[in-house]
Structure formats: C-alpha cells, structure tokens
C-alpha cells in the first residue's frame, strides 16, 4: 500500500513552523507497513489543495491531508475536498454541538466563524476529535467501486496524532493489505557515520532482497533502523533480531540500546541497577543535560537536581571552584569542568557530578579558545576527569552536541 501526504498551510511553506506533521506520519505510516512515496506542501488556495489531491488520488492507495480545517477565511480544505469529491458541504448539527461544548467547558463565547466546521463534504464519513474543535473526515473509495482512501485531519500535531492513532491506523489495518515486516532501531553514540559503515563492512553489504538498513545521524548519535519483509510477521522479526545481534557484535559499547531505550533511558537504567544518584553543574549548555535526563519518567529515584552556574560568580560562590583557577586558566578550561562536577556532587549530596562549560557562539571565541570548545567533566567518590570536546556548529547544535557526549561519557563510566 502506498501512500501521499499533503500538508496545508502557507505557514509552513514561509518556514514560520516547522512541519513535524510529516515526519511523525511518515515513521507512523512506515511503521504500519505502508509506504510513503510522496509528501508535499501546499498553500491555503484551494485551486492548489485540489490539484494536490487529484494527482495523489490517481497515484496512491491513500491520501492523507492534515491542516485547512479551521474556522478562519483562508482554512479551505474542505471546500477543496467537496468539490474534488463533486458534491456540497453538508451541515452536520452534532459537530457544532462538540464545539458548543469545548466554549462552554472554558466558559468562552463560541465565535459565529466556527460553524463553518461543522460543515462536511457530501460523502465523507465524520471522525470524533476528542481533543479539538474540527473533527477529521474519512472518504472511503473502495467501498464505492472507486480505487483510494482518503484521511483528512487538523493541523494542530495533538488532534492530528490523536485522529491518526484513533482512526486512520486501524482502518489501514483492516484493509489486510498491509506486507508483514518488523523494524527494528539500534541507536548508537560516540562514533559517525562513515565509521559505522565501515565497522559494519560485510554486514551491509550482505543484506538481502527484502532486508534494509538505513543510516540516520544526529549530533553524535547515529540510529540504525533495520527492516526486514517476509511472508509472515514472525519470519520478519526472526530476521531483524538476528541481523541486530551481529550489528551489536560488531559495535560494542558504541550501541545504547533497542528501539525506545535512548542514551537518556540506558543512563536511568544503569543508574538504577547500580543505585547511584546524579547531579549537574552546567554553564553553557543551560541546563539542557538536566532536561535531557529528566525527560524520563521517574527520574527522581536518581537524580538530584542540578545548578545553571552561567556566569562566573556563581560558579565560585555556589559551586566551590577556585577564584584562582577562573582568573589563571579561565571558565572554558580542564579544571573549572572538574571543579564544577565536584562542586556539584557535594552540594547536591549526589554520587556522581556532570559539568559542561564552554563557548557556544557565535561570539566569544578567541584564537587560544575558537567557538567551539567545550570542557565536559565527570567526578565520583574516586576520581574526577575532564575531556575536551570541538563542536564546530551553530549554537543550538553546539549545545546539543555537548549534552550528548556527556551524557555518554556518564553512560560510559557506569559500564
């Protein structure tokens, strides 16, 4: 089954949001065993939503459209929608009812232009929202002699996920048309990807017809999707876990984990079995190690807290580093990363201490200490160490990078 995704909106066409819509509905789509072959963005003009629709229609099994479905003048996909269908929109009273409901549960007046949602092109089957004001719509072509499904849904990512794990998902599984295949993804840290291929070598090469692997990088991480196709879905699965076996031969403690355990999940699995707490003492990436780590539900049983020790007063005064060292060899050095872990692992009373300080840019850098440089540090009850890491990137990706190699380098020390 292939499928074409349309996304509406003349906000992501300017790059005013980011178009998280497609990437979530292509890995969900995927996942399913459906195969992506087109996405496209179009503006908020109807000629052009119809156009997209015509020759999705005539190319894929289904069409999924999300965004256009608003209250406003220039949200016209249902328009585009009835009259690619040949019909009318047709007032459904239980819709306004819906919205009716969410303004008076918010004590809100309901604006007269939210009407328009309750308006349904002719032939579309109506699907609940239970999270937003316009529901989404299903137009079933088989059912009618013709080739086609379509699945239409708000651009808001909540409703959309929602509407898409409540409705589309299911249906596409009851068609029976979707291939048997398993995936399988191993993130890796600490190790590029030109290197990963070439630590994997015949492994790669010797993959079979209906068998791939594909490479997909971040900032020092690479995860490693592996798919396999079969006759029967415990055929596929045999053959991933097989195949990720071998890849976790070949890449030793460069592998985190499987599928949902990230670096931050692995770290709060290790530190569970060992019993040991964590603290932070962060300077230039913000506080974002600690956020990382506290994305995992049930942090709290290992880590302390954590200190944004920004300028260098704090750093002295709240952590404990030495004025001396600050003045002699500067914040971005060896010894204000291990000072600062120290610092941190007693204040907070917690077994391990993590610190990150560096230059993040686009200023600041200097020729001893470009834009770029960056002290990560470790300290336990036995030892303290500091490594020098050069991210030279924007200053969001430097921030990213930084968080991420020392978080491994924690992961690292628990192994």
């Known amino acids: 089954m292939h499928a074409h995704i349309i996304t509406v909106g003349d906000e992501l066409l300017i790059g005013q949001v980011v178009n998280t819509n497609v990437s979530w509905l292509g890995e969900q789509l995927t996942l399913y065993g459906v195969t992506v072959a087109q996405t496209i963005t179009v503006p908020d003009e109807q000629p052009a939503i119809e156009a997209a629709i ?44 819906h919205i009716q409901g969410i303004f008076d549960r918010f004590k809100r007046t309901m604006p007269e232009s939210n009407r328009a949602q309750a308006l349904v092109p002719a032939g579309c089957e109506v699907l609940h929202n239970p999270v937003g004001t316009a529901p989404g719509l299903w137009y079933d072509g088989v059912a009618r002699g013709k080739e086609g499904l379509l699945f239409v849904c708000p651009g808001v990512p909540r409703e959309m996920k929602r509407l898409t794990a409540d409705h589309l998902l299911p249906r596409l599984t009851r068609t029976g048309r979707l291939r048997n295949f398993k995936h399988l993804t191993i993130h890796t840290v600490g190790i590029g990807e030109s290197h990963l291929a070439e630590r994997l070598g015949e492994i790669v090469t010797g993959l079979g017809p209906r068998q791939r692997l594909a490479f997909l990088p971040d900032l020092g991480s690479v995860r490693l999707r592996i798919t396999a196709f079969a006759d029967e879905a415990a055929e596929a699965l045999r053959q991933v876990e097989e195949f990720a076996v071998r890849v976790r031969e070949r890449l030793g403690h ?33 506080g974002l190690i600690g956020d990382r780590i506290t994305n995992v539900s049930g942090a709290s049983d ?98 990213q990078y930084a968080s991420t190699t020392v978080l491994d380098m924690l992961r690292k020390k628990l192994l």
């Open 54 to 97: 015509a020759r999705a229609w005539a190319e894929a099994d289904v069409v999924v459209i999300t965004g256009g479905l608003g209250p406003t003048h220039d949200d016209v996909t249902r328009e585009a929608i009835a009259a690619f269908l040949g019909g009318d929109l047709v007032f459904h009273p239980e819709i306004l009812e």
């Open 302 to 399: 290992y880590f302390r807290g954590g200190v944004v020790a920004y300028c260098n007063s704090v750093k002295s005064t709240v952590l404990g580093v030495s004025d001396e060292v600050l003045r002699a060899e500067g914040a971005v050095s060896e010894q204000v990363a291990i000072q600062m872990a120290q610092g941190v692992r007693s204040l907070l009373g917690a077994d391990i201490g993590l610190s990150s300080t560096g230059i993040m840019g686009p200023g600041g850098g200097t020729p001893e200490k470009p834009v770029g440089t960056i002290w990560v540090g470790y300290a336990d009850a036995l030892s303290a160490e500091a490594r020098l890491i050069e991210s030279h990137r924007d200053r969001l990706s430097n921030k």
């Open 254 to 286: 460069h592998v985190v984990g499987v599928d949902e355990e990230v670096l931050e999940q692995a770290i709060g699995r290790l530190l569970r079995e060992k019993g040991l707490t964590v603290a932070t003492a962060e300077s230039c990436t913000g």
